[in-house]
Antibody, heavy 122, light 107 residues
């Protein structure tokens, strides 16, 4: 059974870089044909797609975050990572990793991690 | 960019009611639409994909319809477990956009 688990610091200082890891178990990020994505949700607000990656391809990023985001795959650990630089209080959110699925492998998110709250504060 | 607008933002209903939530796209998106249910403190859960296909394991009282610019999520016979927030989501050319959400509350 596929499971995703986000991990990383729960508190980040303004102007620093937020770094999170998504540990994928029950399936391989390289041997499967899935894209993997990051989505965030500020407290009490809606969902915002951050970016997505497929093994050996260039990642796709939300244009509004593109200048600050890096998503990478770590195949030996079966993990996906997210880095968001120059954070401000507006980046405070629950961050989710999720698996894409669909007829073209990308259209929707069918498996989500439990999410991790990251607070940006000094 | 394609904008997704959900309505209403909040909906009060009773157990047993038939509930309809609407999601409108700013331009035609064919049937590239999914619906999710989210409960407080939990991750979203996929209910419907490709506008009307029921995700495996999702209760059959949930149904989706629509194409082009207008889509609906219907809950036939609202159950206590269904009080939650629902989001629509669109995909187009490696961009994914969510609606702002509809909270279904107990009347």
């Amino acid at each position: 059974q596929l499971q995703l688990q986000e991990s990383g610091p729960g508190l980040v200082k303004p102007s620093e870089t937020l770094s999170l890891t998504c540990i994928v178990s029950g399936g391989s990020i390289t041997r499967s044909s899935y894209y993997w994505g990051w989505i965030r949700q500020p407290p009490g607000k809606g969902l915002e797609w951050i970016g997505s990656i497929y093994y050996s391809e260039s990642p796709h990023y939300n244009p509004s975050l593109k200048s600050r985001v890096t998503i990478s795959e770590h195949t030996s650990e079966n993990q996906i990572s997210l880095k968001l630089s120059s954070v401000t209080a507006a980046d405070t959110a629950v961050y989710y990793c999720a698996r894409h699925n669909g007829d073209y492998r990308v259209e929707y998110f069918d498996c989500w991690g439990q999410g991790t709250l990251v607070t940006v504060s000094s | 960019d394609i904008q997704m607008t959900q309505s209403p933002s909040t909906l009060s209903a009773s157990v047993g009611d038939r509930v309809t939530i609407t999601c409108r796209a700013s331009q035609s998106i064919s049937t590239w639409l999914a619906w999710y249910q989210q409960k407080p403190g939990k991750a979203p859960k996929l209910l419907i994909y490709k506008a009307s296909s029921l995700e495996s394991g999702a209760p059959s009282r949930f149904s989706g319809s629509g194409s082009g610019t207008e889509f609906t999520l219907t809950i036939n016979g609202l159950q206590p477990d269904d009080f939650a927030t629902y989001f629509c989501q669109h995909y187009n050319s490696f961009l994914w956009t969510f609606g702002q959400g509809t909270k279904v509350e107990i009347k």
